[in-house]
């Protein structure tokens, strides 16, 4: 983000039963923005990372079974993530949790600094959604992702 005076940041949780959505941004008073979108699905690792990398190519790091993976300007989480009163074998694949985290505006940080910027942004995301909704999964989550490999 542009070097700004003060930052604001928002965020939202919705929820019912087995569905969830949580949204959270931070917006400079230079106007740049970083938010992202917490939800629930149900989908393989695999699948996942293939319709992410349908759109370019990405960078992946993983810290357990969270999974993350960056683009140029955007990044996504995965966790796996039954919602309370849900039972982990109704899910087609595998319930998750999954984040997804983009800028909006000017940026001070460009190439890998911002793709590790937007992933741990949105691994943070993860980690917050995650203890909300009381995901079924016992998880420890480590402080940040390890760093993504260089572009």
């Given at each position: ?10 965020g ?13 941004y ?6 740049s ?11 393989s ?15 992946e ?8 993976l ?9 966790a796996p ?13 595998t ?46 989550f ?9 572009a």
């Amino acid at each position: 983000m542009p070097s700004a005076r003060s930052a604001e940041e928002r965020g939202k949780l919705r929820r019912g039963r087995g569905n969830y959505f949580f949204a959270c941004y931070v917006r400079t008073s230079g106007g740049s923005i970083i938010s992202g979108e917490a939800q629930p699905g149900d989908a393989s690792p695999s699948s996942w990372r293939a319709w992410y990398a349908s759109d370019g190519k990405v960078s992946e790091v993983s810290a357990g079974d969270v999974k993350a993976l960056t683009l140029e300007d955007s990044s996504a989480v995965y966790a796996p993530c039954t919602p309370p009163g849900m039972k982990p074998g109704e899910a087609q694949q595998t319930y998750v949790l999954t984040v997804d985290a983009r800028t909006i505006g000017e940026t001070r940080a460009h190439g890998d600094e911002l793709r590790q910027v937007l992933a741990g942004f949105a691994y943070q995301l993860d980690r917050h959604t995650s203890r909300a909704v009381d995901c079924q999964e016992s998880r420890t989550f480590p402080k940040e992702l390890p760093r993504l490999p260089a572009a």
